[in-house]
Structure formats: structure tokens, C-alpha cells
């Protein structure tokens, strides 16, 4: 990448370096701990389901495929704009940085599960995919109309929402 200037050039090695980290890190991880490892967690910090050590390779590996095909997209996309060098170093500049924030993101979630594999401890994610209809009714059944009018100007068209439950002062009652 350094054809499309230095900083092109150091972003790729950092997003290649960061593609490699988690792998790393559970090759030194999965080894030393158990054939089963806490996977999820509720919203008390208990486990509510185990899973196999095996499990914890697939963050490093979707990790490492995004990258990839992050850095091989950021050097495709620069060559289709050689018409301007200026042009093609800035496009390759985005790619990469974007595949550097990605890395850095899926680095953290990397870390995270690990540290609740090693630990068994954890915290719980509250969203909920949700496929929904026209009628709010079905979820907010007991809150207050004013939240359901809302959602539904937001959601008149339906598809798919998560919802993470009700905003502490905005209904009576959770979901």
C-alpha cells in the first residue's frame, strides 16, 4: 500500500497487524482453560449457556477475513482511481482507516471474551432482535402512549428493530 503514500502504507500494516492480534491472543487463551467456557450471560452477570473453548476462534477469525478483504478492497478500489493519484490515495487512505477502526473494535470484543472465558464472568447484552408488524401494541403492551406513538412514527414501515427495553422515566413498565 505504500504506492498510494506512507500513511497508506503504515494503515495497511496496522490493519494487518491488527487482523493477526486475536488470533494470538487464543492461540495463548483457548489452550489453558476448559473444554467449556461461559459464552452468555444475563443481565445479573450469570452464565446462561456454555459453549465449547472452540467456540472463541470465530471473533478471530471473522476478524481476520474482514481485513483481509478489507486491505485487498482499500488497494482495488485505489487502482479503479488512478485517473488521480490524489484521488486514489484518499480512497485507499478510507478504506484502510475505516479497517483500522473495525480491527480496533473487533480487537476489544476479542479481549472482552476472552477475559469472561478465562473468568466466567461477564455482563449481559440487552438487545433483542425483534421482527415487527404496523402494531407496537405487541411491545409496548403497558407502557405509555406516548412512547408507542413515538416508536410508531419511527417505525411505521416496520422490518427489523432491536429493542433494548424501556427507557428508564419514559414507561411504567419494562417490556
Not at 492461540?27 to 472463541?56: D, H, M, Q
Not at 478489507?70 to 482495488?76: E, L, P, S
Request: hydrophobic share 45%; net charge positive; with cysteine.
Amino acid at each position: 500500500m505504500f504506492k498510494y503514500g506512507k500513511k497508506a502504507g503504515y494503515m495497511g500494516i496496522a490493519l494487518l497487524v491488527l487482523a493477526v492480534i486475536p488470533l494470538v491472543v487464543a492461540a495463548c487463551v483457548i489452550p489453558n482453560i476448559g473444554p467449556e467456557v461461559a459464552t452468555k450471560f444475563n443481565a445479573a452477570g450469570e452464565v446462561t449457556r456454555w459453549g465449547k473453548s472452540y467456540e472463541l476462534l470465530a471473533l478471530p477469525v471473522l476478524n481476520l477475513l474482514l481485513s483481509v478483504a478489507t486491505y485487498f478492497t482499500a488497494g482495488r478500489q485505489a487502482k479503479n482511481n488512478d485517473d488521480s493519484a490524489a484521488m486514489a490515495r484518499i480512497v485507499c487512505e478510507r478504506y484502510l482507516r475505516n479497517g483500522c477502526i473495525t480491527g480496533v473494535f473487533l480487537n476489544v470484543i476479542n479481549v472482552y471474551f476472552m477475559y469472561s472465558a478465562i473468568t466466567g464472568t461477564g455482563f449481559g447484552f440487552g438487545f433483542y432482535p425483534v421482527l415487527l408488524g404496523n402494531e407496537p401494541a405487541r411491545i409496548f403492551n403497558g407502557c405509555c402512549e406516548a412512547a408507542a406513538r413515538s416508536w410508531f412514527k419511527d417505525h411505521i414501515g416496520g422490518g427489523l428493530v432491536f429493542v433494548s427495553g424501556a427507557a428508564e422515566g419514559e414507561c411504567d413498565t419494562g417490556f
